[in-house]
């Protein structure tokens, strides 16, 4: 391997074969190529794209770089994946509807940074649960529960990691195929048979428009789809956030009054959504989706899950046990109105500046700040109403209270904007 003769045939232009692209990156995890020569070749691939093809031989060999998890031995092995929002607390929502239905959800989640929430942060909001499992109780669970959640394990696709902590410094995280290798790479080492994609298109997403979203989910479909899986997407709005809650033990709250038929409309539709197309790809009945939701069948299969994985299970009947922050700030509306938007940016960034997100990875957080969101786009609202409320206490609350006040945007009539914008199936 020349690995200069590798950057200069990307920076012209060229494919690389999968067997070049293995022996570069197998090379540079062992530490045999330094960071300034794959930094290097980062931009090139910033600049000079990658072929669909030269993209899904990328995603198999960061899968292959480390542990796979097999899970051909469970009936119905599925995952669902976001690409990361405001307000997301659909994990919490999708997975207990399709392990009441009968699929096995064993899967691996992340942590948060900056304004998106991480499941395995929301999670830990319930007294004792935990996602830190040998690959043995995992396994177990899955069998026994059907659903499990893990934190992300460092032994699954180890190569994305180190790829993405220098695209986080050479400002090489923009690519769309360096963004779609990495998600992919780890959905197929998690070993999945059918994924459903939610990729969050608007202001508080990666992906601000439509176009960029459709061309991030085809590409992730193609990179399933040559690797035997089946994939879909739905293309979803973060215009807005989702739901009323934004944080982590009020988002648990949210998701299990979801569960119990009492949540916001946006969720408990988004949530069925994907569901419903991860039980159509695998040759289920759609409407089980509903049926599971409504019939309770998914609440008490969160319950297990909880109770499974060391959680308090009876957050579910007594939901207030999930502590808040005790202090509370409200926003009222200037005048009487219709509102016309919520910024999902504003009111992440509000969130975070509570001290309910992290700027660097590892850093601590408070679960129990964030924001409720009394009101939603297309509300009317009279003057001196309460929009929306803030849970804290007392960090960073001025900067909070400023954001949440440019979030909200009144008018004297305003519709409800679709939340589904597309769905591409493989």
């Not at 994609?197 to 789809?225: S, Y």
């Not at 739901?243 to 119990?260: D, K």
Request: hydrophobic share 45%; net charge negative; charged share 25%.
């Amino acid at each position: 391997m020349n690995p200069v003769a590798f950057i200069e045939a990307k920076r012209d232009g060229h494919a690389h074969s999968r067997e070049e692209l293995e022996a570069f990156l197998s090379a540079y995890l062992r530490g045999e190529i330094p960071d300034y020569q794959v930094s290097a070749w980062l931009m090139a691939v910033f600049w000079r794209g990658m072929t669909p093809e030269e993209t899904t031989a990328l995603t198999q060999v960061m899968a292959d770089s480390g542990h796979r998890l097999d899970l051909s031995a469970y009936p119905h092995p599925v995952d669902k994946h976001s690409s990361g929002g405001v307000g997301d607390k659909t994990t919490l929502v999708v997975t207990p509807i399709l392990a009441a239905c009968g699929c096995t959800v064993a899967k691996m989640s992340g942590r948060g940074l900056a304004h998106t929430g991480g499941t395995i942060d929301k999670l830990e909001s319930v007294p004792g649960w935990s996602g830190d499992l040998s690959e043995e109780r995992f396994h177990e669970l899955a069998r026994t529960v059907g659903l499990v959640i893990a934190a992300q394990s460092k032994d699954l696709a180890p190569l994305d990691g180190k790829l993405y902590a220098l695209r986080d410094v050479t400002a090489t995280v923009d690519s769309l195929p360096l963004i779609a290798s990495s998600i992919m790479s780890k959905k197929l080492a998690a070993g999945a048979r059918t994924i459903v994609l939610d990729v969050k298109v608007g202001a508080g997403a990666f992906m601000k428009t439509l176009d960029d979203a459709r061309r991030l989910a085809q590409t992730m479909i193609a990179i399933g789809k040559g690797a035997g899986r089946q994939v879909r997407a739905v293309l979803s709005s973060m215009e807005r956030p989702l739901g009323h809650a934004v944080g982590h033990a009020v988002e648990v709250r949210e998701a299990i009054a979801t569960l119990r038929g009492e949540g916001a409309e946006d969720l408990r539709e988004l949530a069925l959504a994907l569901a419903a197309e991860v039980l159509e790809a695998e040759g289920k009945d759609p409407a089980r989706a509903r049926e599971a939701l409504e019939s309770g069948a998914a609440l008490a299969k969160f319950r297990e899950f909880l109770q499974a994985q060391g959680g308090d299970a009876q957050v579910v009947e007594e939901p207030e046990r999930l502590e808040l922050a005790p202090e509370v700030w409200e926003l009222k509306a200037p005048h009487d109105g219709a509102v016309a938007a919520v910024d999902a940016l504003e009111v992440g960034l509000g969130v975070l500046a509570l001290g309910g997100g992290r700027v660097k990875k590892g850093e601590a957080i408070d679960l129990g700040v964030g924001a409720w969101l009394a009101k939603k786009p297309g509300d009317r609202v009279r003057e001196g109403e309460v929009l929306a409320r803030l849970h804290h206490r007392g960090k960073g609350l001025e900067e909070a209270a400023e954001r949440l006040g440019r979030a909200y945007r009144l008018a004297a009539e305003a519709p409800n904007p679709p939340l589904i914008l597309d769905v591409l199936r493989g």
